[in-house]
Nanobody, 119 residues
């Protein structure tokens, strides 16, 4: 499976971005999908994930600001990011997961998409 994330960029604090991630392969619809991020010098962390039944989970640091969604017909998972803060600066990745919230990533990581939020 190949993962192609896009939509990142440079935005001012308070702004918005919408990230997209397209996955190759035929197993998209049956998997939990998540967005992760890795800031410079920090470990990768889970931002949000979503089940095939549209149940969602968010890290506390993005609750109320980010929304995860998916379109199984397009093998695509999205992350709408509003009210961005400089602390959101990171490379964002998507991956399938074994379980909501605590599951492990399933596939090799793609290149991710870089988000930079200026103050």
């Amino acid at each position: 499976v190949q993962l192609q994330a896009s939509g990142g960029g440079l935005v001012q604090a308070g702004g918005s971005l919408r990230l997209s991630c397209v996955a190759s392969g035929s197993m998209f619809s049956s998997n939990v999908w998540g967005w992760y991020r890795q800031a410079p010098g920090k470990q990768r962390e889970l931002v949000a994930d979503i089940t095939s039944g549209m149940t969602t989970n968010y890290a506390d640091f993005v609750k109320g600001r980010f929304t995860i969604s998916r379109d199984d017909a397009k093998n695509t998972v999205y992350l709408q990011m509003n009210s961005l803060e400089p602390e959101d600066t990171a490379v964002y990745y998507c991956n399938a997961k074994t379980r909501l919230r605590v599951g492990n990533p399933l596939f090799s990581w793609g290149q991710g998409t870089e988000v930079t939020v200026s103050s």
